[in-house]
């Protein structure tokens, strides 16, 4: 019990997959889709047409009909729009084999309508063209959307995906069929038409097949937005390419109801503008001569263009779309469509009154702030019985849980639990395929399930189907992990994950792969893989997906390896496609060669760099006869070391070339091999994205964790989550402490490179020094790091004494600053980790406790990070630094310990070295005043803590004391301190001096009132003030006083509930029963989906509330320059 | 009919007191006011049944009452549940927890009542007195678990609540734990209790805690306190708590010989026989 872990660290109160105290003063937006009935999307722009961003509810209103109604729910929706700028087109351009929804909460929806019946063939390829410009540069990598043919011979092309290449596909198969203009039709047709007018007959033969098509192609709209209806809760856009139609109002009508019912916004884009067919302006000249009997004139083509467009124009006015009409520039549209996709506000209301089925109600939004314009949809029909379009559910495999059917279901993939997957299809007859599927669940994403501290204990349960693009489920299977038994198996579980390798048998196709999972409470997710399966049969000439595998790979547990694959490749097929560079890779796939002639077949396998550069190639030939007996399949597989592959993004390319004919088939895949493990923190954050092995990130040897840390200390960016953060993130606690030895050995170093090593001091453990634990070649190599460093600040061989001196101190402030940050980084950066559950040979002395709910839940290893970062700044380089780095960085760890409940006693420290620093003395006491609360009392009276150790929590008077003393000591340096007044007078309250505590809360209340227009700070501190006041005065016998106190608090949080409990209490002691009885009803929060906030419950953590900035301030106080 | 929510003053004809507003402070008036108190007799923990008025001694702030009236008979019941939702229940302990409030409301009667309100650092009121107690059911179904615990705050509120209906109280209390967020304090719910017309039932699981608190809720008001060592134990302990509860008497008397305001303590025996009774502590009446 000595040393910076001599105290009792308390930890953990809020985990992922838990509450935390909600962000002061405002709650994250809620938008439960169950309360309303009414969703409507709001763009709202200034007067620079850009979007205006943090409006609330109180912003808008919403009325129907004219009549205003309460809008019940509300949310910004704000998607980050991406630069498709070379970088990201080359990133994109890389094959990619594996699908995981690690982003992917946040994106666009799109449908593509392209109108077969009304697009003028020649202008097809124009149409492409833009679509695919859309595609390619305007969606970015999370969005998704889907193609249909709307009034041509094939409707619904896809499924969502955010395959690009899968859309552009689609796309290509794209025709126009559309007649000429009526007027140009009938102009062609005038004779015949003299001759039906003799008989009595309509002339315009045509009419009828263009009311026909614009039937068609509505009825292919409404069924689209019907298709998006089940998908509530963002905005969802229908790019419509069309030339217009001639169409009935009911029937434009039924597109803008079903549409507006479905919050989906219409975008009616003209391609005419695009030029090149009749009617761009380029061809206006008519084909026969005028003739006004049937009125066909110099105008008629316009007309008809005008209302044709008249129907476009309607469906995306009344939509809250835009109609693009006559215009060249579709890129600007595109824009626009992706501006208005990405930021919006979505408003909830349930309509005060109903009107019969199927009745349009007119809907206005208007926005409160001027200057502002709001753009929404303007109304919506009430469905009729029929209208009510539930798609049937995706059939899914027998015992798939209502969760995951519905995950499943869903057109897109969700984040949440992280998979990832990859899928080859490999020949199996002429008309099937085998298609083996490769799952993984990272370790983390278990380690963050329902129990944190427990991965795994929840188990597993994972469903997948096979969807075909019509949306029929061809397999499926279901797959379910129990709760980890031993801690053992917990321990791997929440390192490593799950993976699972199966097979599915399908016939030849397109496919959406579905995976869903779950993994306890709130803990699900899901990752669509969209899988082509060649017609093998018609190709004489093919090869299958490529399965890759790698020597870490078996590391993974794999409890369902499907025996086929298994017989194929020994290890299981992975789908991590980042690898350390010491890895050595198998590559699988087969090649199927039916070409008659005999023949050699080479198969090639090329590893090629990003700049295009071939590092590697192995060729496998083989003569078609040794083909024969397999049926013309051969089965090929590569060993590839990475050693020697310098690290950096690859494209691996399996290819198969016969030596008859030209003919090649090939398939490709992208990987990136990793730096070694000095290096290797510097560039994992540029990583790309996909799932990953765990790395081993943890180096071989003390000298090589050093230079690893040094090398991180120069690659980390602060306040970033990047590779060199995460890799000293994943150090065990041991590693640190021996960290922080050898730092102190290699900082005496640096000024005295000759210094003899033989007996070393380790600043976490204080006692005699011990023997140096380093070899000989080590400490050559610690000496010439040193002088490396001292180096890079200008100490060189040739440097003059006092030079060197002065570089051996910048490089000290150097390593303290950066290091500092980094471990702060490293700290406060990261979700929650898995526990480190306290092991034989752990010293008892750095030990925490995690509680939840006030009770213990685990002791643990303390991680370590704030300890090091203590060490550096406090301990080995206070001297070097100043003050200032030193306070700022007790106060950011203070403020984050605090809100976060992580209480370290780091503040008792800073109160030592900082006496008369006003906010330094505040944390101590509020820290104290924690200690003393019911809480902490608790817990620690039933603490239960390994032998030899104890905590250093007192009683609670005791504590309560130290907080008093504290926070008078901060009053009197800084008597303005509203928030130390208030502290002082609750703890004055708790320890019985009622007086005294009325006398301070009532000076806070004063000083509070008196603000012209206070903050949402102050705000907050006088609803505290005035609820302990109220406490104060009712334990002095004042119910009057205590009423009014109570009063003030409910004014200050109208929908706080505690307040009223008070008020209730209040009223009871008084007998007045009726009133006690009606604040307890209003206390009582009516409806689990109400979200209500009250400042009380954050009480013991929002002294930490500003942690961010103090953070913040941190980092630009130790910022170092190159 | 006013005051009939409030403990010790209801009219003789409780069982009427439909739609009772308290809207004034409760007043003593002799003629017609009754103290009735709820009590539990039992012989070796077997309930004993069959008593009547001339059976019991009552005695307030030790003067002996006569005792006017007793009913055993069924009345209609009316369950509150006030259940922890807190984190420390979430998990396999909340499903266990939401069957065993499956398995209460199934045993109720048709004209039973239940209502349902959970506590985690928040209070709410799940679903209101109903005797529609298949809705009851869903609602429980619908809680999961998060937060804090506030079981003070809790308490004191579904006791409030409890009050003021007709036919029998009854009011069950789970946590898990201690309370880590109330605004309350013990002393504040405890005083609460003794204005209270309800009996007060605890559940709580055996564990590092001593559920101090619930103990004293329950001696108060005249309940009892189980722990369970799991919280697979749940269904069980809710049925006895039930069980015992509907072998309870209505004891009833007019008092006399007795200051009107402030805490008057209650004892309540059977005449000549080695019993266990077990009733409330005592009562507040008005100033």
């Not at chain 1, 084999?97 to 309508?113: K, L, M, Q, S, W």
């Not at chain 1, 849980?401 to 984040?415: F, K, M, N, T, Y």
């Not at chain 2, 007799?41 to 003067?63: K, Y």
């Not at chain 2, 079981?151 to 789970?174: C, H, K, Q």
Request: proline share 6%; aromatic share 6%.
């Amino acid at each position: 019990m000595a040393g910076l872990a001599a105290s009792l660290l308390l930890g953990g109160g809020a985990r992922a997959g838990e509450p935390r105290p909600a962000p002061l003063p405002v709650p994250a937006a809620v938008f439960p889709a169950e309360a309303i009935s009414v969703e409507i999307d709001a763009l709202v722009t200034d007067a620079a047409g850009q979007p205006v961003r943090g409006l609330t509810r109180q912003d808008f209103e919403v009325f129907e009909e004219g009549v205003r109604q309460e809008i019940a729910a509300f949310a910004e929706v704000a998607v980050p729009i991406d630069a498709t700028g070379p970088g990201s087109a080359r990133a994109a351009a890389r094959p990619r084999d594996v699908a995981t929804n690690e982003t992917g909460g946040e994106r666009r929806v799109y449908v593509i309508v392209l109108d077969e019946a009304h697009i003028d063939p020649r202008r097809s390829t124009a149409v492409r063209q833009s679509v695919g410009e859309f595609i390619e540069r305007h969606m970015g990598p999370a969005d998704v959307a889907a193609v249909v043919f709307a009034g041509g011979r094939d409707r619904a092309a896809e499924l969502f995906t955010a395959d690009k290449r899968r859309l552009a596909a689609s796309v290509g198969r794209f025709a126009g069929r559309a007649g000429p203009p009526p007027a140009l039709e009938r102009a062609r047709t005038i004779d015949h038409q003299r001759e039906l007018l003799r008989y009595g007959v309509n002339p315009d033969t045509s009419a009828l097949a263009r009311s026909h098509d614009a039937r068609a192609s509505l009825a292919t709209l409404v069924t689209v937005a019907r298709w998006l209806q089940g998908m509530p809760g963002r905005r969802k856009a229908i790019l419509f390419f069309s030339e217009g139609l001639e169409a009935a109002t009911f029937d434009v009508r039924n597109v803008v109801g079903t549409a507006a019912r479905g919050n989906v916004a219409i975008y009616a884009l003209d391609p005419r503008g695009l030029g090149g067919g009749p009617g761009s302006g380029s061809d206006m000249e008519m084909a026969a001569p005028l003739d006004r009997e049937f009125g066909i004139d110099a105008q008629s083509l316009e007309r008809d263009r005008r209302r044709a467009q008249t129907s476009l124009r309607v469906l995306a006015d009344e939509t809250g779309g835009a109609a693009v009409l006559d215009t060249n520039d579709l890129a600007g549209a595109f824009e626009r469509i992706v501006r208005a996709s990405s930021h919006y506000y979505l408003l909830g209301y349930k309509p005060m009154e109903f009107l019969p089925d199927g009745a349009f109600r007119r809907v206005e939004v208007r926005v409160r702030r001027p200057g502002l314009s709001v753009a929404a949809r303007k109304g919506y029909a009430r469905p009729r019985g029929g209208d009510r379009d539930a798609t049937p559910e995706l059939a899914a495999a027998a015992g798939t849980s209502a969760e995951l059917r519905e995950l499943l279901h869903r057109p897109w993939a969700e984040p949440g639990l992280t998979l990832g997957v990859t899928a080859a299809a490999f020949k199996v007859t002429n008309e099937k395929a085998t298609v083996a599927l490769v799952i993984h669940v990272p370790g983390p994403a278990l380690a963050t399930s329902g129990h944190g501290e427990n991965p795994g204990a929840d188990g597993l349960e994972l469903s997948l189907v096979a969807v075909d693009a019509a949306g029929r489920v061809h397999a499926g299977e279901r797959m379910v992990v129990g709760p980890a038994g031993s801690a053992e198996a917990r321990e791997v579980m929440g390192r490593q994950g799950f993976r699972f390798v199966r097979r599915l048998e399908l016939p030849p196709g397109a496919y959406q792969l579905r995976v869903a999972a779950r993994a306890g409470p709130g803990r699900r997710g899901s990752v669509f893989y969209d899988l082509e399966v060649p017609r093998y049969a018609e190709a004489p000439l093919a090869i299958s997906g490529v399965l890759l595998t790698s020597r870490a790979a078996p590391r993974t547990p794999t409890p369902s390896f499907d025996a086929v694959v298994k017989a194929l490749l020994e290890s299981p097929p992975t789908v991590a496609r980042t690898f350390a560079p010491d890895d050595i890779l198998t590559v699988y796939a087969e090649v199927y060669d039916t070409l008659e002639s005999a023949h050699d077949l080479a198969v090639t396998t090329r590893l090629t760099n990003e700049a295009g550069r071939e590092i590697l190639q192995a060729t496998d030939r083989r003569a078609s006869t040794n083909l024969q007996a397999t049926g013309g399949g051969l089965r090929y597989k590569l060993d590839l070391p990475l050693a020697g592959v310098p690290p950096g993004a690859y494209v691996l390319r399996v290819e198969a070339r016969p030596t008859v004919g030209t003919e090649t088939v090939a398939r490709e895949l992208s990987f990136d091999v990793l730096p070694n493990v000095a290096e290797r923190a510097a560039d994992v954050a540029g990583a790309p994205a996909g799932a990953s092995e765990p790395l081993n990130l943890r180096p071989a040897s003390r000298i090589d964790r050093l230079t690893a840390w040094l090398a991180a200390l120069e690659g980390h960016v602060p306040g970033v989550p990047d590779g060199p953060a995460r890799m000293v993130r994943s150090w065990p606690p041991a590693d640190l402490r021996e960290l922080a030895a050898d730092v102190t050995v290699f900082q005496k170093l640096l000024s005295d490179p000759k210094r003899a090593l033989g007996w070393v001091f380790d600043p976490a453990r204080p006692g005699p020094p011990r023997r140096s634990p380093y070899a000989e070649a080590e400490e050559e190599r610690l000496r010439t790091m040193a002088g490396q460093a001292a180096a890079r600040c200008g100490g060189g061989l040739a440097a003059s004494r006092p030079a060197l001196q002065a570089a051996a101190e910048c490089a000290r402030v150097r390593i303290a600053r950066r290091g500092a940050v980094l471990h702060t980084d490293a700290a406060v950066l990261f979700e929650e980790d898995a526990v480190r559950p306290q092991a034989r040979g752990d010293d008892a002395d750095r030990v925490q406790v995690r509680f939840r709910d006030g009770q213990q839940n685990l002791t643990e290893q303390v991680a370590g990070h704030w300890e090091l970062a203590q060490v550096l700044l406090d301990g080995l380089f206070a001297e070097a630094l100043g003050d200032e780095a030193v306070r700022l960085w007790y106060l950011a760890a203070a403020a984050y310990g605090q809100y976060h409940e992580r209480h370290t006693r780091l503040e008792d420290r800073a109160a030592q070295l900082f006496p008369s620093d006003p906010q330094v003395l505040f944390f101590a006491g509020t820290l104290h005043e924690t200690f003393a609360s019911p809480r902490i009392q608790r817990l620690v009276r039933s603490l239960r803590l390994p032998a030899g150790t104890v905590h250093a929590v007192g009683s609670e008077r005791s504590e309560l004391r130290k907080a008093e003393e504290l926070f008078r000591r901060a009053l009197r340096l800084q008597p303005e301190s509203a928030e130390a007044r208030l502290r002082l007078g609750r703890v004055l309250h708790r320890l019985g001096a009622y007086e005294a505590a009325v006398r301070e809360l009532r000076q806070v209340s004063r000083a509070l009132s008196s603000c012209p227009t206070p903050s949402d700070d102050e705000h907050l501190l006088a609803y505290y003030a005035a609820m302990f006041l109220g406490a104060a005065e009712e334990a002095l016998g004042r119910p009057a006083e205590a009423r009014a106190a109570y009063a003030q608090a409910a004014a200050e949080r109208p929908h706080a509930p505690t307040p009223q409990l008070a008020l209730s209490r209040v009223a009871l002691s008084g007998h007045d029963r009726a009133a006690a009885l009606a604040a307890v009803r209003e206390a009582l929060s009516p409806s689990p989906e109400v979200e209500r906030e009250d400042p009380w419950w954050h009480y013991h953590v929002v002294q930490g509330r500003e942690f961010p900035a103090a953070l913040e301030a941190l980092r630009r106080s130790l910022e170092v320059g190159p | 009919m006013k005051g009939a929510r409030t403990l010790g003053l209801a009219l003789l004809t409780w069982a009427n007191a439909v739609g009772a507003t308290a809207q004034a402070p409760p007043t003593f008036s002799a003629s017609v006011e009754a103290i009735r108190v709820d009590v539990l007799v039992t012989d070796h923990d077997r309930p004993v049944p069959g008593l009547g008025a001339d059976d019991f001694e009552v005695r307030d702030n030790g003067v002996l009452q006569e005792v006017a009236f007793v009913r055993a008979e069924k009345l209609p019941l009316n369950l509150i549940l006030a259940l922890d939702a807190s984190a420390s229940v979430a998990g396999e302990p909340l499903d266990r927890l939401r069957s065993a409030g499956r398995a209460l409301l199934a045993r109720l009667q048709r004209d039973d009542h239940a209502a349902l309100v959970t506590f985690s650092h928040e209070v709410t009121l799940r679903q209101a007195l109903t005797g529609d107690l298949e809705r009851v059911g869903r609602t429980l179904d619908e809680v999961g678990a998060r937060g804090e615990t506030a079981v003070i705050d809790g308490s004191y509120a579904a006791m409030m609540l409890a009050e003021g209906n007709v036919g029998r109280d009854l009011l069950i209390v789970f946590s898990d734990g201690v309370d880590t967020a109330s605004w309350l304090t013990e002393a504040q719910a405890l005083e609460a209790a003794r204005r209270a017309d309800v009996v007060v039932y605890g559940v709580s699981v055996r564990g590092q805690d001593r559920p101090d608190f619930l103990k004293e809720l329950t001696r108060v008001t005249g309940g009892s306190l189980l722990e369970v060592d799991s919280t697979r134990d749940l269904g069980p302990a809710f049925l006895r708590v039930l069980d015992e509860f509907r072998q309870r008497y209505l004891v009833s008397y007019s008092p006399q010989g007795v200051a009107r305001g402030g805490w008057h303590e209650l004892k309540v025996a059977v005449k000549g026989r080695r019993l266990s009774v077990k009733a409330r502590a005592g009562y507040v009446a008005g100033p």
